[in-house]
């Protein structure tokens, strides 16, 4: 019965995936490594009530039995006993497959919930919005309790944290589609008016700092790019424009979004004004980014986590480190 049950159970994991991966369904990874844990920790908890318990007493039933069997025997002067004692009691003791597939990945599949979940995510950059930053394949890892512990899945925050700050680099699930995951710079919080107008960043009427510096060579494009070093806030750090690419906006091109009448679109660029609870978002890569311009707020609801380093480049090493 156990079994057949775990061979459904298991079945239905990798339907998912394999189904998932093809594209049929939209997956949903935090969902699934929930699952995983809540049912693999189902089969621990039974395997350390009930089945252990139960194999224990078979063994030590097969042992007392051996041991009645021997003195029989040595009582009609019979020492030579067949059978491996040893042997029998190994087999019995020995985890069943089905709970092997199950309770015996319950502490690795426990460890990763718990650090992905509330301590470190890995993530992969799979686009170039966030270029000179963070280039295309950069494997990063984002911090999840800087900003505040939040329960997965539901997302329901547990402790305050510290709030996003200007400049910070930001994982949040993109909110026309929460599902997906975005990387961006943060560039106004809560209160702020944030102004790009003529590719010039503005913040409460103020400008940001923006000095050139040489020009960024794209090997994906095979072409050159302006770049400039930039702060905002507290981070210094470089971006690129692409004088090709027009700075304003026809607000026909602009979807509709939360508290869209907070922002003013023309042909130079747009003002915003951030609404409470919410974050305005930009790529530094600021000519070739799907960003706040475009779509809207981020609401402190679809926080992810901050950012900071990269672990792996498989094309680039050097690219591994610490970024602003």
Not at 4 to 18: E, I, R, W
Not at 111 to 137: D, H, N, Y
Not at 189 to 200: I, M, Q, R, S, W
Not at 256 to 279: A, I, L, M, T, W
Request: proline share 6%; net charge positive; glycine share 8%.
């Amino acid at each position: 019965m156990m079994q057949a049950l775990t061979a459904v159970v298991l079945a239905a994991f990798a339907g998912y995936a394999g189904a998932w991966y093809v594209g049929l369904v939209e997956g949903n990874f935090a969902l699934l490594l929930f699952l995983a844990t809540v049912v693999t920790g189902l089969y621990w908890l039974a395997e350390r009530l009930y089945f252990l318990p139960q194999r224990r007493r078979a063994a030590a039933q097969l042992e007392a039995q051996a041991v009645t069997r021997r003195a029989d025997l040595a009582a009609r002067g019979i020492t030579q006993v067949d059978g491996d004692v040893a042997q029998g009691r190994q087999r019995l003791l020995m985890q069943p497959w089905w709970l092997d597939w199950t309770a015996g990945l319950f502490p690795v599949i426990l460890a990763v919930f718990v650090l992905r979940s509330f301590l470190f995510e890995p993530f992969k950059i799979p686009s170039g919005s966030m270029i000179p930053t963070l280039m295309v394949g950069d494997l990063i890892l984002v911090n999840k309790f800087t900003y505040g512990l939040r329960l997965p899945v539901i997302h329901t925050r547990l402790t305050e944290g510290t709030p996003p700050q200007r400049g910070d680099v930001m994982v949040f699930r993109y909110p026309p589609q929460p599902s997906l995951d975005y990387i961006k710079r943060v560039v106004g919080v809560p209160g702020d008016e944030v102004a790009y107008l003529n590719k010039k960043l503005t913040i409460n009427g103020k400008p940001v700092s923006k000095q050139a510096v040489p020009d960024f060579f794209d090997g994906d494009a095979m072409r050159y790019f302006k770049q400039f070093s930039e702060q905002v806030g507290d981070r210094q750090h470089q971006l690129l424009n692409d004088d090709a690419r027009r700075g304003g906006f026809d607000e026909r091109e602009i979807a509709d979004f939360p508290f869209k009448q907070n922002c003013r679109y023309s042909v130079e660029g747009v003002v915003c004004k951030v609404p409470q609870g919410h974050y305005f978002m930009m790529g530094d890569n600021r000519d070739n980014s799907l960003d706040s311009r475009y779509w809207g707020f981020v609401p402190d609801r679809n926080i992810v986590g901050k950012a900071f380093f990269v672990w792996m480049n498989f094309s680039d090493l050097k690219r591994i480190g610490s970024f602003e």
